[in-house]
């Protein structure tokens, strides 16, 4: 199972779709800031339940802040609409990253079907590492490891503590590595060399396409040539970082859905000769550790704050 969740993460990308129209906009954001509110008194009422050892109920209250998080993210990054998130994504958040998978699928299907039709462009040296069939391939598989998650979410009751470090482990390494890279990505400007390097290829690329649309591409080549252009490349690959933002925060939502995915009517009801008083006990690991569980969504909540107030800002603009 371990193993299964893994690999899902390495398939959590490109998550922000085509924004929803301004006059959903605003009730979007009342309907994220209430989910945020609520997923925060939720995770109070964890902790103080947890101290007092009413464990049934402060896992549940802990599954609940995670849910709420996780469709207040979902809603920032254009996943669903409000009126989706009962049908369509429910208690098992899950749901909501094996749509996103989804959605990339067909935007790959849809970049294969334009290569093919534009031979030039498989040959062109910006292409040449891209592979959608590969790619195609590889969402089938995680997009069935989320399948085998979802069937098999009942020995998710009895994770290992083992288990659970290494999940915190892996969000710690992760969250490094983005960190290194959003500073990589800060600090870049593009070399002379480099930037007249990648004009050779774009203009031949260019070049190469002037069939299809010569007076477009003609366009294209003379804002190549200009100076600010190279400003601009420059400005949009560091526009990078928000985007990684958003990968670095899914990777801690994502892992806390896969967590808390069984036990939100467990903790409440009686099921199959299983009772939440009897499971949920001190010796259960995810008991043991909701406390380091607890830091962990504090830290997403309060990185769902900033993204949901520079969605905010960004609907002010608009």
């Known amino acids: 199972m371990a193993d299964d969740i893994g690999k899902v993460i390495g398939a959590i990308n490109g998550l922000m779709s085509d924004p929803l129209s301004g006059s959903k906009n605003k ?19 964890a902790k103080v339940l947890h ?59 849809q970049l294969k079907e334009k290569f093919n039709k534009i031979p030039e462009l498989k040959k062109s040296k910006f292409f040449k590492d891209f592979d959608a069939n590969r790619n ?45 890279a959003k500073k990589k990505i800060s ?3 593009i ?8 004009k050779t290829e774009m203009l031949e690329l260019y070049n ?12 294209a080549k003379n804002n190549f040539h200009s100076n600010d252009m190279k400003l601009l490349v420059e400005r949009n690959i560091k526009s990078l970082i928000e985007p990684m933002n958003i990968i670095q925060l899914s990777i801690s ?9 069984p036990h939100s009517s467990l903790t409440r009801y009686p099921q199959n000769n299983l009772t939440p008083v009897g499971i949920y006990t001190k010796k259960l690991p995810i008991v043991k550790m909701l406390p380091e569980l607890i830091d962990i969504q504090v830290i997403v909540l309060k990185e769902l704050k900033i993204q949901n107030n520079k969605f905010e800002e960004i609907n002010e603009i608009h």
Do not use: C
């Open 136 to 180: 195609l391939r590889q969402l089938d598989i995680i997009l069935s490891e989320i399948y085998t998650i979802k069937k098999d979410k009942k020995e998710l009751i009895y994770i290992s503590q083992w288990e659970i470090r290494r999940i915190l482990k892996e969000i710690e390494s992760a969250n490094k590595e983005l960190e290194k």
């Open 253 to 261: 939502l994502y892992y806390l859905a896969v967590i808390t995915l």
């Open 208 to 219: 190469s396409l002037s069939k299809y649309n010569p007076l477009q591409i003609e366009e």
């Open 51 to 109: 101290e007092n050892e009413l464990y049934p109920q402060s896992i549940f209250y802990f599954q609940q802040s995670v849910e709420k998080a996780n469709k207040s993210f979902a809603l920032i990054t254009y996943q669903v609409e409000e009126k989706d998130l009962l049908k369509e994504v429910g208690h098992e958040t899950i749901n909501i990253y094996q749509k996103s998978l989804q959605h990339q699928r067909k935007r790959y299907e």
């Open 27 to 45: 009730k979007v954001m009342k309907m994220n800031m209430e989910l945020l509110n609520i997923a925060e008194q939720d995770l109070k009422a």
């Open 191 to 198: 070399t002379d060399r480099v930037w007249n390097k990648m």
């Open 187 to 189: 600090d870049f400007k």
